[in-house]
């Protein structure tokens, strides 16, 4: 079965400081692995995903993330936040064809001036 | 439209009271996705349609709780005798599961319910 940990529920950075925001999975097969994020009062919008071509995947708004297999890792990062990269991010798995999607429980990014 | 809409965006019921929630999925894609997200939690999985597939229902958490997909489109939640733990935002998302797999989830603005 497929599990993912984000292991903060909460970060706290300044502007223009890096961001990493951390997941594990859990899974049987090889997943895809996604990002999502949820601002205040609006729907899930995908940042990125990783479907086993490229170990680093590029996203919208300058993140990215890094696929390490044997770390069981796919964590978050940006190089230099933005006061509107303040949201809610959950990072997602998937077996694949069919299979359900499953959500962690989600990391609050929060962005100090 | 171009993206998932969900009906309607905010519901006030009271306890007891069944309700119905709708979603309109992107045209042509084969999959659906139900999940319940509570105040500062998670998405919690409650059900998924896939084309013609029987639903995986594991996610439900009660019997008071159905949804049906009618002619492959359009989805409707239902909650029986709707509890105060009911109170959530209530989401949607279609897939166009792509052959291999691995395709992204459109979710549409959700449906707020309050339990009163």
């Known amino acids: 079965a497929q599990s993912v940990t984000q292991l903060d529920s909460h970060v706290s950075v300044s502007e223009g400081t890096p961001v990493l925001l951390r997941c594990n999975y859990s899974s049987s097969y090889s997943p895809s692995l996604f990002w999502y994020v949820q601002h205040p009062n609006k729907g899930l919008q995908l940042l990125l995903k990783y479907t086993s071509a490229a170990t680093l995947v590029k996203g919208i708004n300058g993140f990215e993330a890094e696929f390490k297999k044997s770390e069981t890792s796919f964590h978050l990062t940006k190089p230099s936040a933005h006061m509107s990269d303040a949201a809610e991010y959950f990072c997602v798995v998937s077996e694949g064809y069919g299979q359900n999607f499953v959500f962690g429980p989600g990391t609050r990014l929060s962005v100090l001036p | 439209g171009a993206g998932v809409s969900q009906s309607p965006s905010n519901k006030v019921t009271e306890k007891g009271k069944d309700v119905e929630l709708r979603c309109d999925p992107i045209?042509?894609?084969?999959?659906l996705y139900w999940y319940r997200q509570s105040l500062g939690q998670g998405l919690e999985f409650l059900i998924y349609f896939q084309g013609n597939s029987a639903p995986d229902k594991s996610g439900l958490p009660s019997d008071r709780f159905s949804a049906e997909r009618t002619g492959g489109s359009v989805s409707t939640l239902t909650i029986q005798r709707t509890q105060q733990e009911d109170s959530a935002v209530y989401l949607c998302?279609?897939?166009?599961?792509?052959?291999?797999?691995?395709?992204?989830?459109?979710f549409g603005a959700g449906t707020r319910l309050s339990v009163l």
């Open positions: 045209s042509g894609h084969t999959a």
């Open positions: 998302a279609s897939s166009p599961i792509q052959m291999g797999g691995r395709d992204i989830q459109y």
